[in-house]
């Protein structure tokens, strides 16, 4: 599977933006797709992930950090994850990452870096102040 985000760049505080991330691969429908940030000098953290289907307990999560501000979803026809970015703080400013894994349905989880196998090469995102 590869992954190509898109849709980062600069924007005021307050601004919305909408970032994407493209999959290839012919089982894009069983994976849990997320998405993490890392800022200059910190850790890469996450900030979102979507499970495989409806109908799983918990099939959005999201950092405690942006609830309310950013919404993650898929269109699996075309294969994409979505992250909707509003109310953009300066301390968004990262790089953000894609990445995806086949969601045995077995884990609530999928909030954890380790527990993802593909990643993208990432999409800057610089909120000014």
């Known amino acids: 599977v590869q992954l190509a985000e898109s849709g980062g760049g600069l924007v005021p505080a307050g601004g919305s933006l909408r970032l994407s991330c493209v999959a290839s691969?012919?089982?894009?429908?069983?994976?849990?797709m997320g998405w993490f940030r890392q800022a200059p000098g910190k850790e890469r953290e996450f900030v979102a992930r979507i499970r495989r289907s409806g109908g799983i307990t918990a099939y959005t999560a999201y950092a405690d950090s942006v609830k309310g501000r950013f919404t993650i979803s898929r269109d699996n026809a075309k294969k994409t994850v979505y992250l909707q970015m509003n109310s953009l703080k300066a301390e968004d400013t990262a790089v953000y990452y894609c990445a995806a894994v086949p969601d045995s349905g077995s884990s609530n989880s999928y909030q954890l870096r380790w527990e993802y196998t593909y990643w993208g090469q990432g999409t800057q995102v610089t909120v000014s102040s």
């Open positions: 691969g012919r089982t894009f429908n069983n994976y849990a």
